[in-house]
């Protein structure tokens, strides 16, 4: 009696062509590359949220500026203190010798601020790119896979003359194995690419209303 064909994900992906396990090799290292953006962004978000609520109850703790922003120091941690400093820095830097301002001076700490923001903007979104590729494109990788698995399989049926389901079962197995880990691949990456993107947008957001707080602040005591 013949052995039974072993259909396991090992002997699909071992009796594969070297260009199917090519491309199975490519999407499984896209699908881990992924998931280690994923975790990454998930801990430095909430890293991000956590920092932002503790420095928000230090702004409006009521302390005074100049005192929170000698506590920060010239090397700020955090990313809402940096966007603080950048805004103070550039406040103090305004002042002529005499107490005076330099004109132009809410100007040039809104651009400061925004510089900053726009800093913090490019490390939160570091990382989705590669999610946003690998889930439009990991589908069509392992489409290509299974494309050519199958027209393997066709020309084997060819050689052998045979059209029987136990010889064209394994080759269009280890075909479609090539599609399924592309969509394994590509479905974590597009729902968290737009989980994260979504929560990146809220954090930037919460950056730029401190600023346009902040801003407010520091315009009140130039008009004054």
């Not at 962004?41 to 890293?47: A, D, E, F, N």
């Not at 045979?162 to 592309?182: D, F, H, K, Q, S």
């Amino acid at each position: 009696m013949e052995a039974a064909t072993d259909y396991t994900m090992w002997a699909l992906f071992a009796r594969a062509t070297f260009m199917v396990k090519f491309v199975m090799i490519m999407l499984i290292g896209a699908s881990i590359w992924c998931w280690a953006v994923i975790v990454d962004k998930m801990i430095q978000y909430r890293k991000a949220r956590a920092e932002a609520a503790i420095f928000d109850r230090s702004f409006w703790s009521g302390e005074p500026l100049d005192e929170l922003f000698d506590a920060i120091g010239t090397k700020p941690r955090g990313q809402s203190e940096r966007i603080f400093a950048a805004g103070m820095l550039e406040w103090r830097r305004s002042h002529r010798q005499d107490g005076g301002l330099i004109a132009g001076a809410q100007a040039r700490i809104d651009r400061s601020m925004d510089v900053a923001i726009a800093k913090e903007a490019s490390a939160l979104q570091k990382g989705l790119p590669v999610l946003a590729t690998v889930g439009s494109t990991a589908p069509f990788v392992g489409l290509f896979g299974t494309v050519w698995g199958i027209m393997n399989s066709f020309i084997e049926i060819a050689q052998q003359q045979n059209t029987n389901l136990a010889v064209v079962a394994p080759g269009i197995a280890e075909a479609l194995l090539a599609t399924g880990l592309g969509l394994l691949a590509a479905i974590p990456a597009v729902i968290f690419y737009n989980k994260l993107s979504a929560d990146s947008d809220r954090i930037l957001s919460g950056y730029e209303a401190f600023a346009d707080e902040f801003a407010t602040i520091l315009s009140r005591q130039l008009d004054s």
